[in-house]
Structures are given as C-alpha cells and as structure tokens.
C-alpha cells in the first residue's frame, strides 16, 4: 500500500489509530492480551493501572477495533481483535532497539 494514493478520509482513520497506540498504557494492554482472553480484573493485575484507568482505554481500544469483547455474567472479558497490532508494535519496537543500539555504538567509539 502506498500512503500517497489514500483519501484524507482513509489517511484520517490510519492517524486516529496511531493516535490511540500512542498511549503507553494502551500498548501495556494490548501486550498483557498477547496469548489470551483476560478481564478488566486480570487485566488490572497484568499491568498494574487502575480499573477505571484500564476500563476507559479499553473503551478506547474496543471503538477502534484493537480489542473484542464479551460479556459472562458480572465479568467482560477482553481479547485482540487482529494480531497485526502487535506486529506493529514489534517492528517499532524493533526500529528503536535498532537506533538505541546505534546511539551506544557511537558514543562508546
């Protein structure tokens, strides 16, 4: 895909996504989902944000389609929608580990 053949309206929804990944404790979320379903609970615990905190950006994440949801009983139980995410994140992550590498290269020269 080559950005510069997108709509603005397409280019619109790509930024609202990265906008909403650029938030640490959304990516803490989406990584803690990485190998299964969890509650808001589990989820609580995995990342140590609060519940309203972890509550409000799974609301967040689940507008956008990062997240699926469902309800049993009392409890909501949340997991990845697409696991592409996370293999955008890994080649951020990847890219960044990569230029920190660099930076340490050059100042112990």
């Keep these: 895909m080559i950005l510069m053949t997108q709509t603005t309206e397409v280019?619109?929804?790509?930024?609202?996504?990265?906008k909403a990944l650029s938030e640490p404790a959304r990516l803490q979320l989406l990584h803690a989902m990485n190998t299964r379903e969890l509650s808001v609970n589990e989820l609580v615990e995995e990342t140590g944000l609060g519940q309203a905190n972890v509550s409000k950006h799974l609301q967040v994440l689940?507008?956008?389609?990062f997240v699926k949801r469902r309800k049993e009983g009392l409890f909501v139980f949340y997991n990845l929608a697409d696991r592409s995410v996370l293999k955008l994140c890994d080649l951020m992550c990847g890219r960044i580990e990569a230029q920190l590498e660099a930076q340490k290269r050059?100042?112990?020269?």
Excluded at 11 to 18: D, K, T, W, Y
Excluded at 62 to 65: E, I, M, N, Q, R
Excluded at 106 to 109: E, K, N, Q, R, V
Aim: zero cysteines; proline letters at 0%.
């Design 11 to 18: 280019l619109g929804m790509v930024a609202e996504r990265f």
């Design 62 to 65: 689940h507008a956008l389609g």
């Design 106 to 109: 050059l100042l112990s020269a």
